[in-house]
């Protein structure tokens, strides 16, 4: 436990996503390393998809299903961690955190060590409902009626299990889903014996997971607009820092010599990321408020935040459920120069003249990047708006459609591609994809559907 | 004759407005969850707190995202933070595991906001205005 009223937490983000950049986390320890108290180094690597990829994958084989970025993000940094007391705690365990831990484990002992690693699990909720339970839960009720078994079901956990997992002596926590502001708050309840109801308490800290769950989101990435939001060395940016008081109040840093920035701005966009009502931001340990919070700059790139308030927790877990759904069918072709948008126009209107005959249930997207593709809506009217009046020189039309009937996908590449000969003048480039797509949805579960589950991994687990 | 001081070239204090997009006085961040969409403005100073409290309404914003048919809007006010928080729902084609589009997380979509035209005091747009787009801005004449 951290010791004394000026007693600070201070834990760093190496990955606010799965493709986030394998070097980040170097510059983040070098800091902690330099530093005295407690000191973690947390990794988020779970999108709404992965559980249900990693899933797929331990089908394959049981000894996988853990994120596959997870020997990526700690290679560089696993030895060092170790050899200076910074604690790991990542959900990179995915749909398999034993496997991955026993990974990890495997990974310490070529290094020589023998770190204790502890796994929480109890995030699938394989087997405690069946398709029309999950249908009965989902939140707004579209996608899972009628639907089979999902591929795979899991509930946000909460911190307490990470916070024992550390109780119990873990050098590295191994999760699979868990809510991602809690892999910073399990550390803080454990350091400063945070009680399950402390709920400013437990806000504060869910706010200062919340700004460090995202990596560099908050401390320059996602951010630059130049001439108006400038961002100095981004090709270097530094992930967050946080030093956390035991009053739940919190300093956000980076690294010395890293780019980036850390100020009021960039701090103020990353509060408000992916909230909604920001009097109560729904957690599996608190609600959060953000409303009183204030941020205030107490030094270059460092922000002082505070004023996180808190109520008792919901009495339902959010759970992501991820169902098949055929495939995505994605193809491209560009033109350029000259006439450019009006060859490109007509190259649309023959491929959807001859999938209206080839394949008249399929329904297609048409974007045209360089007229309106990103600000375009799937029934098309921007750009059917945009297409008369564009001059532009350089156009790549994109066209997509979801199915679960290939051979229609199929037609729909092939039309795109016979563009090249039979198609307007000058068409160019054409790439076509065929991936599978998984839809997902979300549900509220009881808490006494989820069972969360802390254990130590034992010596002899190494494979 | 009297010689001329900075206190004598200095123009009065304009009252006259500018028409500029929202992007002059104000930065954005998307975020998605699912099918809903969070744009978060973040006043650049503030003075456009109030500005943008009166003309970037709810309204205005389902107004703007009318294509994509927004079930409902809603903004929240931040004062605290020199901030807003809008919500959309039902905007983002079903979501990222669901959308034909490039963009299944909205993530672009701050700049559609930020290209919403609001009115602003002329001085402000100078005091705000980079140096590309201070030309740009009506109160300032072209050279």
Redesign the interface.
């Known amino acids: 436990m951290a010791e004394g009223p000026d007693a600070l937490v201070r834990i760093g983000s190496g990955a606010g996503f799965a493709g986030d950049r394998r070097d980040a986390a170097v510059p983040v320890v070098e800091m902690l390393r330099a530093l005295d108290g407690p000191r973690y180094l947390i990794f988020e690597t779970l999108a709404?998809?992965t559980l249900a990829l990693c899933q797929l994958a331990r089908r394959q084989d049981p000894e996988r299903g853990y994120s596959p970025a997870l020997e990526g993000f700690l290679a560089p940094v696993l030895e060092r961690c170790l050899a200076s007391g910074i604690r790991i705690v990542g959900n990179f365990g995915a749909a398999n955190p034993v496997a991955g831990a026993r990974r990890i484990a495997a990974m310490a002992r070529a290094l020589g060590r023998a770190p204790r690693i502890a796994v929480v699990d109890g995030a699938d909720l394989a087997g405690r409902l069946d398709p029309e339970g999950f249908a009965a839960r989902e939140?707004?009720g579209r996608l899972l009626a009628g639907h089979p078994m999902p591929v795979s079901a899991d509930a946000y956990l909460g911190a307490r299990p990470i916070a024992d997992a550390l109780d119990a002596g873990a050098d590295i926590v191994v999760t699979g889903r868990v809510a991602d502001p809690a892999l910073a708050l399990g550390p803080l309840m454990h350091a400063f014996g945070w009680r399950d109801d402390d709920w400013d308490l437990l806000a504060a800290g869910t706010l200062a997971g919340h700004l460090l769950e995202c990596g560099s989101q908050v401390s320059g990435g996602?951010?630059a607009?130049p001439?108006?939001?400038d961002v100095p060395g981004l090709d270097e940016v530094g992930f967050p820092v946080a030093e956390i008081a035991a009053d739940g109040s919190f300093v956000i840093g980076k690294p010395p010599g890293t780019g980036g920035r850390i100020d009021r701005?960039t701090v103020?966009?990353?509060?408000?990321?992916?909230?909604?009502?920001?009097?109560a931001y729904l957690t599996p340990d608190v609600v959060l408020d953000?409303?009183?919070?204030?941020?205030a700059e107490v030094g270059v790139d460092r922000v002082r935040v505070s004023?996180a308030r808190g109520r008792p927790r919901p009495e339902t877990l959010k759970a992501t459920v991820?169902v098949e759904?055929g495939h995505?069918a994605e193809a491209e072709i560009s033109y350029a120069g000259p006439g450019a948008a009006g060859r490109a126009r007509l190259a649309a209107d023959v491929v959807l003249a001859r999938l209206a005959r080839r394949a008249p249930g399929l329904a297609v997207?048409v974007?045209a990047?360089g007229i309106a593709?990103?600000?375009?809506?799937?029934?098309g009217?921007?750009l059917a708006a945009a297409f008369p009046e564009s001059r532009a020189e350089d156009v790549r039309l994109?066209f997509?459609?979801?199915s679960t009937d290939t051979a229609a996908l199929g037609l729909l590449l092939d039309e795109v591609e016979a563009l090249y000969c039979a198609g307007p003048a000058g068409g160019a480039g054409v790439r076509r994809h065929l991936t599978p797509?998984?839809?997902?949805?979300?549900c509220l579960v009881e808490r006494d559907l989820v069972t969360p589950a802390m254990s130590l991994l034992g010596p002899e687990a190494a494979p | 004759m009297t010689p001329h001081t900075a206190t004598d070239v200095a123009a009065p204090p304009d009252r006259t407005e500018a028409r500029v997009p929202l992007r002059l006085v104000a930065h954005a961040r998307a975020g998605d969850k699912g099918n809903r969409l969070n744009l978060a403005l973040v006043c650049r100073t503030p003075e456009a707190f109030p500005l943008i409290a009166a003309q970037v309404t709810a309204e205005r914003v389902a107004a703007l995202f009318a294509a994509r048919r927004p079930g409902l809007v809603v903004r929240y006010d931040l004062p605290n933070l020199c901030a807003f928080n809008f919500v959309l729902d039902d905007v983002l084609d079903g979501g990222v595991n669901a959308s034909l589009g490039l963009d299944g997380h909205g993530k672009s979509l701050s700049f559609l906001l930020l290209a919403l035209e609001v009115r602003v005091p002329a001085d402000l747009v100078r005091a705000l205005a980079p140096p590309a787009a201070a030309t740009a801005a009506p109160a300032t004449p072209r050279p």
């Open positions: 709404e998809r939140v707004g996602y951010f607009d001439g108006i939001k701005f103020t966009e990353q509060i408000l990321y992916e909230i909604h009502d920001p009097a953000v409303t009183g919070v204030r941020v004023g991820c759904a995505l997207r974007d990047i593709s990103l600000f375009n809506d799937t029934a009217a921007a994109r997509s459609a979801q797509r998984l839809a997902s949805a979300s």
